[in-house]
Each structure stands twice: as C-alpha cells, then as structure tokens.
C-alpha cells in the first residue's frame, strides 16, 4: 500500500476518485477497467488482493468488503465520487442504501431487490408469478417433508440452499441418495449455516449453459457481451460445483435470435416484474441460463452483480469506458448508451488451490515469472505479505487472454499459466472446448 494513502487523491473536474469493493477477481478486473478511464484519479479496492496491491492507479485499502460502516466512512473522508460494489453479500447486507442513506453514489441494487440472489425461494417465487421459464421447484424449510418430496419426484435432482453459499450450494443430484444426503447437510447439519435452513429442490434442466449480463438503470438494459462459464471442478465438467473455473466470450451459443429471445422472455419480463413489484433495479444484473433442447432459455439463478469469472473475459473485451457506462447507468440513461466490443475472443482459466472448493491450506508461497506471454493475470485469492505473494483463497487467480478465434485465446491463457507456480494447485485443462 501506498504511503500517501491517508490523503484523499486530488480530483479535477475531469478525475474522480473511485471504490470497489470486494477482494475477488472480479474486483481485479473491475479496478483494471475503470483505472483505465481518463476520468479516474485512483481507484481504490476494499479490501483487494495481491494483484490489485501492485495494479497502477489502485491502491487497497484494509476494509473489509461487509464492513459497511467503515466502508462509508471510507467514501467520506476520501472523496469517494463513486463506489463500485463486486460481491453479493455486501449487496444483499444493504450497502446501497447505506451509502445513498450518505449521500454516496453507489452502484448496485437496494437491499430488497438484492434478494433475487440472496435468496433462491424469493426468486422462484418471483419467476413463477412474473411467467419468467424456470425450473419446477418445490421450497422446504423441514427434512421430513423434503425427503417426502423427493421419494416421489425421483432423481436426478437439484438441490440449492436457499442463501448465499459463495457459489458451492448448488447441489447436482444424479441418484437418490445423493439428494437425500444433501438434504440433510442442509436442514440437519448445517453445511451452509443459515444459508442452508431453507432448501429448493427443483428439476434437473438438459441443455447448455449461459450467462447472460446486463446492465440496468430501472428502466432500460443495455446488455453486455454473452460468455459461457464452467462451474464443475474437473475436467468433462465432472466434480462439485465451484464459484467458476473459467469463461469465455462471446458464447457461440448466443445467437441474434436467442439473444431476443434471453431479452423477450428473461430480461425484460424480469425488469418489468421488479418495478411492479416496488423494487427499482440499478446495476449489473445476470441471469444463469440453461439452453433448452428446445431452443428456449430457462433461468437457473439470478445474480445481482457480475459473474466471476466472467467478469474477467467480458472486461478484456470491453471498447467502451466502463465509467461512462455506470454513469448513464446511475442516470437512468442507459437508452443513450452504447458498449462497443472488441471482435476477438476472449478465455479466461482458474487456478485454484489443492482441496478447493472443499478445505485448502491458506499462505503457500506463489511464484509468477516475469513474462506471461501477454494475457493478464487476474488475482483472487492472493494476498501480499512481507512482499511475498501468497495463496488467501480457493480460486488464486485466472490467466485471461485476447485470440483471433476461440483456440487461440485458450492457448495464450493456458501458455500465460505456465508462469505461475503453485504448490498443490490445479486447473482445467477443457475450458472453451465443446460439450464441457
């Protein structure tokens, strides 16, 4: 950190001072775009990681990011003119309202539409009574009558606990027993703590998946580029689910007529249904798609920030200033907005730490070699101690990477992995291949 950091940085009329919070690689990458705006003085990133510690224009500041009262403070004593909120849980804990409550300008939804991801019942039921395509689901908050429920539905299943579970309570159950066990994890054993005290048991969707981003100003979308993640850990997309193992855009199964179709049936009627509901929504919104047989898109999740880490894909091929575009965000203005893509696609591969996304050691020395071949090297769970870069997560970084075509992007970011070492971790060797 730098020594200065105790005096706010001087802003201009053209330079303005911003926050982001969150500590992720989304955050990494979110800090990355917007330094690069002639707008912006300093970023600042709450409480960071290792890369965004020595990314030029940032500056980590040792907050943390559901500390929503020093946070505020922060925005205060600083000249904060805007902050940029990354993870969920600071969303849905009310960080908006508290800073608007301020007089702070922050971006992402209130408290109450925050729920579309804080809680997997309260957006069924939302998808259910706005006609939004979703999975059949029933909700239990009792073992007893899940395990009734899934006696007679059968499986395969899915199993969600209801609050947030950082990506990895998403349960894919392909036998019965599997189902049950992880029902009672969650009702009965706590594995998700009071995240897991209500459970959704809902069918098992075929097809493909999509993530599809938005942003919003209350009234308007203007969409951002497709992308397509991997969540299982292991190659074939086979183990558990995990918060993402890689990404790429532009998702080739996104279509100028399944775009329409995302827009038609998802996004709007998903717009319309919170205003209609008292709950105005201004920030990135994703919808977690699964591509039917039929051609149809189906919502699996809602988030109410951006996908990590598609974040990191998406970003590298962003033309447009990520600042002007929250701008017209927060301005109700997104119809008079325009984001410009460059053409080439970009993959993006995690590297995650021995044992994740179960338990993994915290504090192994990681090595980068001073060349990676030209992709960027986004940090996750990654801290600077006594100048020594060390693991602080399950998901250390990901190697983001430009290419003419898909392939060549996979090899650049599977070439820039070359120069990190981590003792004990690992990576999928299958990102952007077909059927994965």
Not at 50 to 73: K, Q, S
Not at 153 to 172: C, E, M, N, R, Y
Not at 249 to 258: D, E, G
Request: include cysteine.
């Amino acid at each position: 950190m730098r020594a200065d950091r105790s005096a706010a940085t001087a802003v201009t009329a053209q330079q303005r001072n911003i926050l982001v919070v969150g500590g992720g690689g989304r955050e990494h990458a979110l800090a990355w775009k917007l330094a690069q705006s002639p707008q912006t003085a300093c970023v600042y990133v709450a409480p960071g990681n290792g890369g965004t510690a020595t990314e030029p224009g940032v500056e980590n500041v040792p907050i943390a990011a559901t500390d929503i009262e020093a946070l505020v403070a922060f925005a205060g004593e600083h000249a904060i003119d805007l902050t940029v909120v990354g993870p969920e849980a600071p969303l849905v804990a009310g960080i908006v309202d508290a800073f608007e409550a301020a007089g702070h300008k922050c971006f992402g939804p209130r408290r109450a539409a925050a729920q579309l991801e804080g809680s997997k019942a309260f957006a069924k039921d939302f998808m259910v009574r706005h006609g939004i395509p979703t999975a059949q689901y029933r909700t239990f908050h009792g073992l007893d009558a899940a395990l009734d429920h899934l006696q007679q539905v059968g499986a395969p299943v899915v199993i969600k606990a209801d609050g947030l579970a950082a990506g990895k309570g998403v349960i894919l159950a392909e036998d019965l027993a599997t189902a049950e066990a992880a029902v009672r994890d969650m009702l009965t054993g706590n594995r998700f703590g009071a995240a897991g005290a209500t459970v959704v048991i809902e069918e098992w969707l075929r097809g493909r998946e999509v993530s599809y981003i938005a942003l919003v100003d209350g009234s308007h979308i203007l969409p951002l580029a497709s992308s397509q993640d991997h969540k299982a850990r292991d190659d074939g997309g086979r183990g558990p689910n995990t918060g993402g193992m890689g990404a790429f855009s532009p998702s080739p199964l996104v279509t100028p007529a399944l775009e329409q179709r995302i827009l038609d049936e998802v996004m709007r009627p998903t717009m319309a249904g919170l205003a209609a509901d008292g709950l105005p929504y201004v920030g990135f919104l994703y919808a977690g798609l699964m591509i039917t047989e039929d051609g149809g898109p189906r919502v699996l999740e809602y988030n109410c920030r951006l996908g990590d880490p598609e974040t990191q894909p998406i970003l590298m091929r962003l033309d447009t200033d990520l600042l002007t575009l929250i701008d017209a965000a927060l301005a109700g203005a997104l119809d008079q907005a325009v984001a410009e893509w460059h053409p080439q696609t970009a993959l993006c591969v995690v590297l995650a730490a021995g044992g994740y996304p179960g338990d993994y050691e915290r504090g192994v020395p990681i090595q980068i070699a001073p060349d990676a071949t030209g992709a960027k090297l986004f940090h996750a769970g990654t801290r600077l101690r006594d100048s020594v870069l060390e693991s602080d997560g399950g998901r250390i970084l990901c190697a983001a990477a430009l290419g003419d075509a898909l392939e060549d992007a996979r090899r650049r970011a599977y070439r820039a992995l070359q120069s990190v070492a981590l003792p004990g971790g690992f990576y999928r060797r299958d990102i952007g291949r077909e059927n994965v």
